[in-house]
T-cell receptor, first 114, second 113 residues
Framework: NAGVTQTPKFRILKIGQSMTLQCTQD?????MYWYRQDPGMGLKLIYY???????DKGEVPNGYNVSRSTTEDFPLRLELAAPSQTSVYFC?????????????FGEGSWLTVV | GDSVTQMEGPVTLSEEAFLTINCTYT??????LFWYVQYPGEGLQLLLK?????DKGSNKGFEATYRKETTSFHLEKGSVQVSDSAVYFC????????????FGTGTSLTVIP
């Protein structure tokens, strides 16, 4: 009953440090996504993937990188962290059309850059 | 392109009051429509969905009807509870956009006893 699992849940980074947010899903979904949510704001798409080996940029990709070597995993890499990257990050997955295109979210990763 | 416009908040209601959160959309084809709920400190959870015109999605006393003629998917609940306090997001997805999901900006609801 795991669904989409993200780690870590909380992290404090210093400016210039790098880190990877891990995301794994056990529903065999083709599509995976990374969103960020700034305080009091909606969701912004960072990167997405339509299947293993395929990734593409979303609305706000600068400062981030992703990879999709397996169907299950979709890590998000933050390079040279900046205060503007302080946010809550959500990983999500979806089976895609026509299987039923509901999107399922992880519980979020709270990141603070100081 | 596709987009979702949601009623701005925050909304504050007394317990047992009637709730409406407006949502309208723009889409090129025939989208599926969703309402997601986000409780404090948690991720978004699917509340209800509708996949074609005139469908009504319902869950936990919440309802929304897919109105193609008015491009709307308003969320309603007849009697809100304190436990309904959360942020509500309207969203759409359609097959001709590569399974992209478009979210509204969210509406914060606070229910007071």
């Amino acid at each position: 009953n795991a669904g989409v699992t993200q780690t870590p849940k909380f992290r404090i980074l210093k400016i210039g440090q790098s880190m990877t947010l891990q995301c794994t899903q056990d529903m065999n979904h083709n599509y995976m996504y990374w969103y960020r949510q700034d305080p009091g704001m909606g969701l912004k798409l960072i990167y997405y993937s339509v299947g293993a080996g395929i990734t593409d940029k979303g609305e706000v990709p600068n400062g981030y990188n992703v990879s999709r070597s397996t169907t299950e995993d979709f890590p998000l890499r933050l390079e040279l962290a900046a205060p503007s990257q302080t946010s809550v990050y959500f990983c999500a997955s979806s089976p895609g059309w026509p299987a039923g295109n509901t999107i399922y979210f992880g519980e979020g990763s709270w990141l603070t850059v100081v | 392109g596709d987009s979702v416009t949601q009623m701005e908040g925050p909304v504050t209601l007394s317990e047992e009051a009637f709730l409406t959160i407006n949502c309208t959309y723009t889409a090129t084809g025939y989208p599926s429509l969703f309402w997601y709920v986000q409780y404090p400190g948690e991720g978004l959870q699917l509340l209800l969905k509708a996949t074609k015109a005139d469908d009504k999605g319902s869950n936990k006393g919440f309802e929304a009807t897919y109105r193609k003629e008015t491009t709307s998917f308003h969320l309603e609940k007849g009697s809100v509870q304190v436990s309904d306090s959360a942020v509500y997001f309207c969203a759409l997805s359609e097959s001709n956009t590569g399974n992209q999901f478009y979210f509204g900006t969210g509406t914060s609801l606070t229910v007071i006893p």
